[in-house]
């Protein structure tokens, strides 16, 4: 793993265990187009951590960790990637009609702990950490952390092969389509922990693309019992959500887990 990409990481990170509230920078993926119907079709994403939505100006995401996956479930080939200054690029040619899922899931485990008076940190894959940390540690605190970011695009007619969840950490099971959304209506989702319904978390939907405005459009809802929110989009355009668990894991572990779209809500 690059040092490039653990800067990007442990800033995600570090924005997931303040909480929601506190974006310093957000991670995300940006479609030049979400629905398409022209013969061939190709779309171009781009990928960042910015401190405005959807402008890159802080560092690019990396690219190791993005896949896409096409109307049939299967993996997708990104064509032309790069990363530079700010972002990274690359393009997608949507040779099946129907919904694709791109994502970028980044996993990694992080232990502080005190070895000769000194104060320690680790971080790195979770099957390194039981030689990673000396058999001579104290006060051992370890965290799993878990973070998607992903947006969908669709070719023609949508299907919902792509959405199918892994049934590892926060997830979003669509109900309505996430390429069919109209401002004038609204829109239903469930939010999924491991698979199953995470009820009572807060969801937070950002309008992008601010720059020249006084202040974007923020919403926060929160989940119900059966893990579903809905949203009633104020206008179109580009949105960000975003949602993050934390809690108990196996062994005393602690799990830090997060969510982000990228959605693009069209005029009526």
Not at 156 to 166: E, R
Request: no cysteine; charged share 20%; glycine share 10%.
């Amino acid at each position: 793993m690059s040092k490039a990409f653990r800067a990007v990481v442990a800033a995600a990170l570090l924005s997931l265990a303040a909480g929601p509230a506190a974006h310093a920078h957000r991670m995300w993926l940006a479609p030049s187009a979400t629905v398409l119907s022209a013969q061939d079709p190709w779309v171009t994403v781009d990928a960042a951590v910015s401190n405005t939505l959807f402008y890159p100006d802080h560092v690019p995401m990396r690219l190791e960790g993005v896949q896409a996956i096409g109307p049939d479930g299967q993996p997708v080939e990104l064509k032309n990637a790069s990363t530079g200054k700010y972002r990274s690029t690359f393009d997608l040619q949507l040779t099946r009609p129907g919904t694709y899922r791109v994502a970028n899931v980044a996993e990694t485990t992080m232990a502080s702990y005190r070895q000769g008076g000194e104060q320690k940190r680790w971080r790195g894959p979770a099957a390194q950490l039981a030689t990673a940390i000396p058999r001579d540690a104290t006060e051992v605190q370890v965290t799993h952390s878990l973070r998607r970011v992903e947006t969908f695009v669709t070719a023609g007619a949508p299907n919902t092969a792509a959405l199918k969840p892994t049934g590892r950490g926060l997830e979003l099971e669509p109900i309505t389509h996430p390429n069919d959304l109209v401002a004038s209506e609204k829109a239903r989702f469930r939010l999924l922990n491991d698979g199953k319904p995470a009820s009572g978390v807060e969801v937070e939907v950002v309008l992008g693309q601010a720059r020249y405005r006084d202040k974007g459009v923020e919403l926060k809802v929160t989940t119900g019992a059966d893990g579903v929110f809905e949203i009633a989009w104020p206008e179109p355009g580009l949105y960000w959500l975003e949602a993050g668990v934390q809690g108990a894991g196996e062994g005393g572990q602690r799990r830090s887990l997060g969510y982000v779209a990228t959605l693009e809500v069209m005029p009526d």
